[in-house]
Each structure stands twice: as structure tokens, then as C-alpha cells.
């Protein structure tokens, strides 16, 4: 079997806003001497450094949500709609872990109006049988991704768990294929993200 190099795609957004959340609960947040909280940084570093000590990739993407409006609410004004805004002490911290991802010569990735699922979607799309492909995310929509060559990387709760989702993982599991995602989402209520490619 032929050995190909794998390239982990990261799904900043859910690792931040994971880490941010795990962290805050106590109401306690690490700070810069000048005050600015890091524990979402912190969090989302410890991350980062474990999957790819654990799965150990050539290659490391970090895709990114732009913030504003997307096409999907042109589409669907409600989409999101309902979501809170972000806690203030998570704010500062957007800008500056991807500064941190730079520093590590890791690429920043983003596009106005798309979603970071978006970018992921396309890059492993794009990457097809070159290259493994490792998706790590907490977001079950990437579900809809798995191929041959395409695994999803679940973050599970604390450091090191992961549930790592191949075709035949995820038809055991539920008994249906990458492409009902989407349908059993929408049964379920949700509004799933059809990732744009």
C-alpha cells in the first residue's frame, strides 16, 4: 500500500471556541500582563501540539470563520441567527491566535463570506488522492467529508481523546453514509452546514 503524506486540517474556530469554554467556566482567565485573557490561546496551542504529536502529519492547515455574513445568510437569513455573540474575553483572543498559528509557520486560511467548513471542504476536496487527509474538529457536520482518503479527527472531552471517523466507522455507528449527514441533521432539527466545495 502506497504511502501518502497526511495533511491535517484544522478547524480553528471550534478548537478556540472549545478551548475558551473549557477553561472559563470558573470565571477565572489567564491573562497577559496587560490584562488581555489567553486561555482560549493556551487551550487551543495544547490542542494543536497533542494531535500532531499524535497523528503526526507533514503538512498542518489552520482554516478560519471570517466573522460577518456568509452566502448561507443570503440564502437563509435565520442561519445562525440565534447564536449569542461572543464573551468579551474571547474577542482579543481571535486575532491573536492566529498570530500564534503564523509564528508557528502554520497557514492561516480564511474567506470573507465562507465558512471555515467551507475552506476545509475545499482543501481536502482539492487534495483528493495525493494526500490523508485529517480533519480535527468538534463539528459533526465534517462528518459529511469522509472518503477514502478524508478522516474526520472528533475532539473529544479533555486533551488526547479523540474519535477518529472512517466511512465504515461512521456506518456502524449510525448506519448511514457520509452523504445523510446532511438529512439526519435536518430530521433531528438542526440546520446542518452543507459545506460548500
Not at 47 to 55: D, E, G, T, V
Not at 85 to 101: G, M, R, T, Y
Not at 169 to 182: C, H
Amino acid at each position: 500500500m502506497e504511502n501518502k503524506p497526511k495533511v491535517m486540517l484544522i478547524d480553528g474556530m471550534a478548537l478556540l471556541f472549545r478551548s475558551f469554554y473549557a477553561t472559563s467556566y470558573t470565571g477565572q482567565f489567564m491573562r497577559t500582563s496587560r490584562g488581555i485573557p489567553t486561555n482560549a490561546i493556551y487551550g487551543f496551542t495544547k490542542h494543536l501540539f497533542l494531535a500532531r504529536k499524535a497523528f503526526n502529519p507533514e503538512y498542518i492547515v489552520c482554516c478560519w470563520d471570517m466573522g460577518g455574513t456568509t452566502f448561507r445568510n443570503e440564502l437563509y437569513p435565520p442561519y445562525k441567527a440565534n447564536r449569542p455573540d461572543p464573551p468579551s474575553e474571547l474577542i482579543p483572543q481571535f486575532s491573536l491566535v492566529k498570530e500564534v498559528v503564523q509564528a508557528l509557520d502554520i497557514p492561516n486560511i480564511g474567506a470573507r463570506g465562507y465558512e471555515a467548513d467551507d475552506c476545509i471542504g475545499t482543501l481536502a476536496s482539492q487534495i483528493g488522492n495525493q494526500a490523508e487527509t485529517l480533519i480535527v474538529t468538534s463539528d459533526h457536520d465534517y462528518l459529511q467529508l469522509l472518503d477514502d482518503t478524508t478522516k474526520v479527527i472528533m475532539l473529544k472531552k479533555g486533551y488526547r481523546h479523540y474519535h477518529v471517523y472512517l466511512p465504515e466507522t461512521l456506518y456502524s455507528e449510525l448506519g448511514i453514509t457520509p452523504e445523510q449527514i446532511i438529512d439526519l441533521k435536518a430530521l433531528m432539527g438542526d440546520v446542518p452546514t452543507i459545506i460548500r466545495v
